[in-house]
């Protein structure tokens, strides 16, 4: 379990450049759904990519934190003063360790490798980071834990602490199951002329191969078709409903909501939350579109 809270963030483009993020305030635990939506430009995929950590950007106030609320993470022992970590002091692949998703990294000129290694040595990089992220205050002692993973060495190529490859295999047959994806896909080269659909799904199951806390999906539904639509919205319901994942999706479009639904709605304006509730904010939004959001927010203001 854990808390991915969003502490009056400020961020800016970087170098001097525009302002975007004028104090966001956003709380997603653990198994909850929330909705992030606004219409473009309104800062929505900044929100996304700075909790990334995406270097085009600036914070120049408040933080990311993540709350670990569980004594343990797959297995390793989280010491009490552990518990907290604030998300701009960790590099990208140390927030993923922590086990915060943030959307799928194409590594664009890889030639030759399959899909199925590709998640592999994801898999293994975040086991790696999260044990080294761990470490570093227990002293030197160095016990074996239990990652819950089968890592003796195997097949020779692999080292200690790793997924063995097939081990993986059977990770990631049983995860395509889940998300009725075709088995051939694993054995796709990365990049060999995925559609914009397939891309998607790759997305949703690396992140259910990866297991986040907290999953953050920037406009996973944007050019998809239904079959598609509802494809990808089983894998992001099987994150919270099998897996526990929170899932932050950020969308423009009320259409994905019918099929995963938001237990918490939050409307952007201007590089704020200037609304939040239900489901059924996201319903009269469909209907009455953002104008009354304004109307209400600088009234207010
Ligand atoms: N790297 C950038 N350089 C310049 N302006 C940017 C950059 N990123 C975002 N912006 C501007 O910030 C505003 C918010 O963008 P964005 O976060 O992409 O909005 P949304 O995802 O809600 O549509 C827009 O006006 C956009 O043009
Ligand atoms: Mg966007």
């Known amino acids: 379990m854990a808390r991915l809270e969003l502490n009056d963030l400020h961020a800016e483009v970087a170098e001097g450049g525009e302002k975007i993020l004028d ?19 309104s800062g929505k995929s900044t929100t996304a990519k700075v909790i990334a950590g995406h270097p085009a950007y600036e914070v120049t106030g408040g933080e990311v934190l ?26 990208p692949n140390e927030r993923a360790a922590l086990g915060v998703f943030l959307g799928f990294q ?28 761990f470490e570093e205050d227990e002293g030197g002692e160095d016990e074996e834990e239990d990652t819950g993973y089968d890592t003796s060495p195997m097949e020779g190529d692999v080292d200690e602490g790793e997924v063995g490859v097939a081990e993986f295999q059977e990770i990631m047959s049983a995860k395509m199951e889940q998300l009725d994806m075709d088995a051939e896909f694993a054995q796709r080269y990365l990049n060999a002329g995925f559609s914009g659909g397939e891309k998607k799904q790759n997305e949703v199951l690396q992140a259910a191969i990866l297991e986040p806390s907290i999953a953050v ?85």
């Open 106 to 133: 194409y590594p664009a000129e890889i030639e030759g490798v399959t899909m199925v290694n590709f998640l592999r040595t994801a898999l293994n990089a975040k086991l790696e980071e999260r044990e080294e992220l």
């Open 66 to 91: 993540i709350h670990l609320d569980a004594e343990e993470f797959d297995g390793v022992e989280i010491p009490d003063d552990m518990r907290t970590w604030n998300l701009l002091d960790l590099e």
């Open 217 to 301: 999906l920037d406009e996973i539904d944007s050019g998809l078709d239904i079959d598609r639509l509802q494809d990808v919205s089983t894998g992001i319901n099987a994150l919270r409903d099998e897996q526990g994942a929170g899932i932050l999706q950020i969308t423009h479009y009320q259409r994905i909501l019918d099929y995963v639904e938001p237990d918490h709605v939050h409307i952007m304006l201007d590089g704020k939350i200037a609304k939040s509730g239900g489901p059924d904010l996201a319903r009269r939004l469909e209907d009455e579109g953002y104008d009354w959001v304004r109307e209400e927010a600088y009234e207010t203001a």
């Open 23 to 41: 104090g966001v305030d956003l709380e997603v635990q653990s198994g909850e759904i929330h909705a992030l939506m606004g219409p473009n430009g």
